[in-house]
């Protein structure tokens, strides 16, 4: 038996379309049958690699009674929010109003209307630590259905009423200056963790937006603070289990402080801002761990995320069987001494059950450990090329001497890899997100542009011509998700606009091909005019999106940029590139928001802090005549001044705004720099290039 989900093209749905439960997508024919039958709706939102929905999934869903049970008194409803962040943003505002808390799956009780009038998350099969079954729950809401549909209409009116009645209005305080910005710096150091790095405590997620903030800062104002926590935060990522020590990449998050025992499921955005700050950290600072961890996360994106089209699957799943055949969390990575033996010997499983920290007892479940390493270990693994270094100091002289274990250390690490390589692998999620994806691209192209690696470059550009093949339809307009290269039905929200401009930007800069500047102006065009309000706010959704009882607009970064700040930066950097004073006057606008969240909240508005560091720095222009890939072109794109925009190739040629009338000085190779309307001395010396940008 198979329900509606088997017509669909998520992996999510598809993971239950022989479910018994009588799954309907999102659709108004949904409701229309919650009217017909006059029952509720219950709206069941997750997506594929979580683990927690995995687990409803058993113990409810697949259950041939309550699915029965539920069949009969409800109209189930099963999005995939990865699909449907709108559907998302909307539902799980009104969880977190009406409960404090939230998460997935989220687990929400409509009228035929789409108003919510009951709320959760996970719910068990049985009762469990103060929490109602399921079943319970089902029936419950049943009951007050139908005995006392008067309230369950009242509670629904009230939570929309609530919902319409938010506002984001930030009424023209002007956007952020020098003292917002120091502010929410020094919010930030009172969070932070100067034990083990990052913010605040258990679970802990990757900070990514906000060192890219840090970073930022840094480069502009010289603040070591800034850096040091940067710094100090990705070297204790690196080093835990967080991150993956045989194969790279990152996890979701880390259940403790430490960074020692992830939660881990595997996401394409979280890797590729990673993958972007590792970037930026040794540009800043010279650092091997840094240059390592980038490239490694680089080649994790293409090796186990890129599909057959070009693009970069959503994410690996957290679960996997173990040697006993059971489907459980973390089974593909987790070691024993016993299984370090097994592959190693005697002498190397223990040389390495100590240096990456395995014991008997375990740090994970069932004594199993999750890999990790020391500084001791981290000297060992660098490998960084002295002609490929930054013009900079390294950042810890304990991470980047040189260890004598290297050789030894490599040869362990190849050898658990390749046993690894046979246990059964986790399931991948093959959607092809278009706002994952721009992230993506920018990361590619940068490192593949900072560590002379042209297959990632590559890699970034087949990734960009699929969006442009398969997401982009006419008049500029995006679709959300594609499948093995086929366009999906659901419209592009914010966030698909701005991080796919974003990965434009990044590529025109690296390429020097035109194109992409152009691509990226026509979808932030489609921003400015379909998700833009008064005030200079913005929109999740198009203003002729499907109706919801409430418009989604949030400004704050979550997992991801939001696409509030993420646009702000985008129409910043296209407009230093074109001069476009539309563009401009957007940015400006959407970032007074940061003016208002950064100084209390600096956190969660990292990415608008980071676009906030770029538009007070200028962002600087360069134009560089010449070749691209020659010695000023890469001299720019080292440049560490924020956000600073990048445009390479022939003298006057017509492929960027900023090479009209840029001419060669004494027949050589000539870089501009110029920010607020005004131009250096033209230049010919990259090291005179590289002190202009912060270098």
Known sequence: ????????????????????????????????EARRRDVPVLLSVGYASCHWCHVMAHESFEDETLAAYLNERFVP???????????????????????????????????????????GTYFPPEPR??????????????????????????????????????????????????????????????????????????????????????????????????????????????LGGIYDQLGGGFARYAVDREWTVPHFEKMLYDNALLCRVYAHLWRSTGSGLARRVALETADFLVRELRTAEGGFASALDAD?????????????????????????????????????????????????????????????????????????????????????????????????????????????????????????????????????RPDLVERATEAADLLVRVHLGEKGRLCRTSMEGRAGGNSGVLEDYADVAEGFLALASVTGEGVWLEFAGLLLDVVLTRFAGEGGQLYDTADDAEKLIRRPQDPTDNATPSGWTAAAGALLSYAAHTGSEPHRTAAEGALQVVKALGPRAPRFVGWGLAAAEALLDGPREVAVAGPVGGELHRTALLGRAPGAVVAAGDPGGGEFPLLVDRVLVGGEPTAYVCRHFVCETPTTDAEELSRRLGG
């Not at 598809?14 to 009588?22: G, I, K, S, T, Y």
């Not at 009242?154 to 009645?165: F, P």
């Open 1 to 32: 038996m198979v329900n509606r989900l088997a017509h669909t093209t998520s992996p999510y749905l598809l993971q239950h379309a022989d479910n018994p439960v009588d799954w309907w997508p999102w659709s108004p024919e949904a409701f229309e």
């Open 77 to 119: 409803v099963k999005v995939d929010r990865e699909e449907r962040p709108d559907v998302d943003a909307v539902y799980m505002e009104a969880v977190q109003a009406a409960t404090g808390q939230g998460g997935w799956p989220m687990t929400v009780f409509l009228t035929a209307d789409a108003e919510p009038f009951y709320f």
């Open 129 to 238: 630590h103060g929490m109602a079954s399921f079943r319970q729950v089902l029936e419950g809401v049943s009951v007050a259905w139908t005995e006392r549909r008067g309230e369950v209409a009242e509670v629904a009116g009230h939570i929309v009423s609530d919902l319409a009645g938010r506002s984001l209005a930030h009424g023209g305080q002007g956007v952020p200056d020098e003292s917002d910005l120091g502010r929410a710096l020094l919010g930030l150091t009172r969070e932070y963790d100067d034990t083990h790095g990052g913010f605040g405590g258990a679970p802990k997620f990757p900070p990514s937006m906000a060192i890219e903030f840090l970073l930022r800062h840094h480069a502009r104002t010289g603040s070591e603070g800034a850096l040091q926590m940067a710094a100090d935060s990705c070297a204790a990522m690196a």
């Open 320 to 452: 996997s069987e173990d040697a006993e055949g059971r489907h459980v969390e973390g089974a593909f990575y987790v070691w024993t001494p016993e299984q370090l033996r097994e592959v190693l010997g005697e002498e190397d499983g223990a040389f390495a059950a100590a240096r990456y920290g395995v014991t008997e007892k375990g740090t994970f479940e069932e004594g199993a450990s999750v890999l990790r390493l020391d500084a001791g270990t981290a000297r060992a693994a660098e490998d960084g090329d002295p002609d490929d270094a930054a013009p900079a100091a390294s950042d810890s002289p304990d991470l980047d001497a040189p260890d004598p274990d290297a050789e030894r250390l490599a040869s362990v690490r190849a050898r658990l890899l390749a046993a690894r390589e046979l246990r059964p692998r986790p399931g991948r999620d093959d959607k092809v997100v278009a706002a994952w994806n721009g992230l993506a691209v920018a990361a590619l192209a940068e490192t593949g542009a900072y560590f002379d």
